[in-house]
């Protein structure tokens, strides 16, 4: 069984590593961190080999059952699970119900099913399909089936009663037919905590889950864009703080870098990696720096230079426009630079200086822009590449900043690029 053990806490960040992970338990886990991000089980634009080359690849990574359920039958038929199949078996795999870049349906959950949406339309899972699943996808971590309709934003104090009742009745049955799996029930269930934006709620929700044998929590229904951030943040905390503090806390959907900060801060220990995912499919490229050192040759980490306010704000001054009439320049945050834009066309530069990812080393952002313009199924590939490598160097130094007590110069310096 795995065990979180915490070596630092900054105000309520934790700083520590989940140990004792896959069926050898030699595998470890360092918190604050986050999972890698799959679609259909494979990481998007790449290949295995691909894959290989970005530093810092987490150890666990996140496959979403909304995207793997209509495949039941073909896992079920090959036995020997999707890690096998999709050929991630040198790694944990962690299954959450939804896809936190996918928006959920609402109105489609019952007392008895929770609908989820995959390329084929709607399936519905009753706690016994659920199992079922878990049985034909042999995965090591499990979030275990709840109403997670109610996102933080404005619900009805009835509605999300309903959420906390039926998710709770769902786990339970879940954690009872598990139990007389032997195929199952070793494995890591993860609870999730819902109620919408209601903290009484959520604090039931927590607390009961809390009372169950699960190995971790979900902070479920916080991604998306409606609710105000403080008002997130506040619940987040109030959550967090009813939870005990030898497990885990995911939290999907709020991956922005300041963000991150934010939820670290109120003690959520791990992030799903699909910020990346949303920045390339916008043609764009991670470009911030995370240097909190004041000398950086004393950085653990190789950090670039601070970029100029130009480029932190994406080109917002810069009268040139994208070619790409249908680029949503309103998604576009301050920690990322939009490749398609003219600009970028003589930009001979690495997408950021002193990257070492495969893309930077090798191309230019001008090369990358032609990709984009030139609809290129390679662009997509070297943004994910240097993307992804990006995203990973932000939590190691997130974690170098902690064990050095400058988490707080940290997140100044994210805070400062955002403005």
């Avoid at 934006?197 to 889950?209: K, M, N, Y």
Wanted: net charge negative.
């Amino acid at each position: 069984m795995m065990k979180l053990t915490i070596s630092a806490v900054t105000g309520r960040a934790r700083l520590g590593v989940i140990s004792s992970l896959g069926q050898s338990g030699e595998k470890t886990l360092e918190v604050p961190g986050c999972l890698l991000y799959t679609r259909t089980a494979s990481p998007p634009h790449l290949t295995h080999d691909t894959l290989q080359s970005i530093a810092g690849v987490p150890p666990v990574t996140h496959v979403t059952l909304s995207t793997l359920a209509e495949h039941q039958e073909v896992l079920e038929e090959y036995k020997e699970g999707i890690g096998q199949f999709a050929g991630l078996s040198d790694t944990l795999l962690y299954c959450s119900v939804n896809d936190p870049v996918a928006p959920t349906a609402p109105g489609y959950n019952t007392n008895k099913t929770v609908s989820v949406w995959g390329s084929g339309g709607r399936l519905e899972l009753t706690p016994q399909k659920f199992v079922s699943l878990q049985r034909a996808l042999r995965v090591d971590w499990i979030q275990c089936l709840s109403d997670g309709e109610v996102m933080a934003d404005g619900c009805s104090r009835k509605r999300a009663r309903k959420s906390v009742d039926r998710s709770l009745a769902f786990l339970d049955e879940c954690l009872q037919l598990m139990s007389e799996s032997e195929a199952l029930k070793q494995k890591v269930v993860i609870g999730a905590i819902e109620g919408g934006d209601l903290q009484e709620e959520r604090l039931r929700s927590a607390r009961e889950t809390a009372k169950r044998p699960v190995s971790g929590f979900l902070l479920d229904g916080f991604q998306g864009r409606s609710g105000s951030h403080e008002a997130k943040m506040d619940l987040i905390s109030a959550v967090t703080a009813e939870l005990p503090e030898d497990k885990p806390r995911i939290i999907h959907g709020l991956g922005r870098p300041d963000q991150v900060l934010d939820c670290i801060e109120r003690g959520v220990d791990l992030f799903d990696s699909s910020f990346p995912y949303e920045v390339t499919e916008r043609g764009c490229a991670l470009c911030f720096t995370h240097q909190y050192q004041p000398d950086p040759e004393t950085a653990g980490d190789p950090q670039p230079p601070v970029l100029d306010e130009e480029e932190l704000r994406n080109g917002e001054k810069n009268e040139e426009k994208s070619e790409d009439p249908e680029t949503e320049r309103r998604d576009v945050t301050a920690y990322e630079i939009c490749l398609k834009e003219r600009r970028f066309r003589e930009d001979f530069r690495p997408l950021q200086d002193g990257c070492t990812c495969y893309c930077c080393r090798h191309h230019s952002r001008a090369y990358v822009h032609h990709l984009l313009t030139a609809k290129e199924l390679l662009a997509g590939i070297l943004l994910m590449m240097h993307n992804f490598q990006r995203y990973f160097s932000f939590f190691r130094c997130v974690r170098q900043a902690m064990s050095d007590g400058r988490f707080i110069h940290l997140k100044k310096e994210i805070q400062r690029q955002s403005a």
